[in-house]
T-cell receptor
């Protein structure tokens, strides 16, 4: 148990659906991250939140919309996704955003877009 | 941004020591070297972090030569459950958000 919980673990959605991924960390960390991991590819950083402020958006399409209501919770709202968006979506947290922080990951949400 | 190079895959047998080397030729002065382990359909898990010389914990050892242009993760007496992808990351002088995961090394432990 890493202290970072993601729900749901698996999600199947159609291209016209709207769904949300949830992440909660119980570590008292101040920064949270969304990563995308497609099959056989490296992890791609999508968004970074520090103290509830978005500090990084790595050119992610607008069909992905993050939300960070407080330092313990992070959401990823999904709408009109494409089949190529099927991937493992991972949430992580770090104590701060300084250099050499250790990332604590959740188990991820395996998303399939039909 | 320091880039890392690792072997794509390695095979080993149970009980053997495994050494995975990572090259990071343009590592910056303030950068640390961090290794993560990832099992299928799970998030990566922190293994070990170091700056220079040798670091050891209950799971692994990390060897870093004086020039810091490479590092070696050493796993003593591996078991089948050590089969995973191992990532070497080098922290940029900016912040954690600039840490980049490469393709990692797929370690397969055979019986």
């Amino acid at each position: 148990e890493t202290g970072v919980t993601q729900t749901p673990r698996h999600l199947v959605m159609g291209m016209t659906n709207k769904k949300s991924l949830k992440c909660e960390q119980h570590l008292g960390h101040n920064a949270m991250y969304w990563y995308k991991q497609s099959a056989k590819k490296p992890l791609e950083l999508m968004f970074v939140y520090s103290l509830e402020e978005r500090v990084e958006n790595n050119s992610v399409p607008s069909r992905f919309s993050p939300e960070c209501p407080n330092s313990s919770h992070l959401f990823l709202h999904l709408h009109t996704l494409q089949p190529e968006d099927s991937a493992l979506y991972l949430c992580a947290s770090t104590p701060g955003t300084g250099a050499n922080e250790k990332l604590f990951f959740g188990s991820g949400t395996q998303l399939s877009v039909l | 941004l320091a880039k890392t190079t690792q072997p794509i895959s390695m095979d080993s047998y149970e009980g053997q020591e495994v050494n995975i080397t990572c090259s990071h030729n343009n590592i910056a002065t303030n950068d640390y070297i961090t290794w993560y382990q990832q099992f299928p359909s799970q998030g990566p898990r922190f293994i070990i972090q170091g700056y220079k010389t040798k670091v050891t914990n209950e799971v692994a050892s990390l060897f870093i030569p004086a020039d810091r242009k490479s590092s070696t993760l050493s796993l003593p007496r591996v078991s089948l459950s050590d089969t995973a992808v191992y990532y070497c990351l080098v922290g940029d002088t900016g912040s954690a958000r600039q840490l980049t995961f490469g393709s990692g090394t797929q370690l397969t432990v055979l019986p």
